[in-house]
């Protein structure tokens, strides 16, 4: 089984912090505990964003970001530069186009594995389940103070 080193843990932290700061002039916070065992938010609506990193040999980590509906509306707000009051594509084109920045970005920074992007895809609802074969995953809680909670979950496997 593959493991999260916590390497690709950092980088793609560090460039989920550097894209929202970057790009949206957001700041990101981490609190509570790494490896939360819960992954849905109070029964709200919730979006799920997904993409993958390939790498040598199948090795693939998937970058998960996954926020309540209202956490998602402003934070694409704020990429878009324009407001949005309502889940509509052009939030769940954000939500892709953000999630492919946050792996481009971390790719970048872990060069050696020659990783290759999936194409992201957004999933809608609150029991959204994912696992892969033999893989390991940490789910990071994260929060934006001018948007709200969100977690980032990371999953490897060979």
């Known amino acids: 089984m593959a493991l999260l080193k916590a390497d690709y843990i950092n980088h793609i932290l560090d460039s989920t912090g550097e894209t929202l700061d970057t790009m949206m002039d957001l700041k990101l916070l981490r609190y509570g ?9 109070d029964g709200n609506q919730e979006i799920t964003s997904i993409i993958g990193l390939m790498g040598k040999n199948d090795f693939m980590i998937r970058l998960i970001m996954k926020s309540p509906v209202t956490v998602a509306i402003r934070i694409c707000s704020e990429f878009l530069g324009e407001t949005l009051e309502e889940l509509n594509m052009d939030v769940i ?4 186009e953000i999630v492919n920045i946050i792996a481009g ?12 992007l999936t194409l992201p895809v957004v999933l809608l609802g609150s029991k959204v389940s994912y696992s892969g074969a033999k893989s390991s995953s940490v789910f990071i809680p ?10 980032l979950g990371l999953t490897a496997n060979e």
């Open 93 to 96: 084109d954000a939500m892709k």
């Open 142 to 151: 994260l929060f934006v103070p001018e948007c709200g909670r969100l977690k």
């Open 33 to 41: 505990s790494l490896g939360v065992k819960s992954t849905t938010f």
């Open 105 to 116: 970005a971390a790719a970048a920074k872990m060069s050696e594995n020659n990783f290759l």
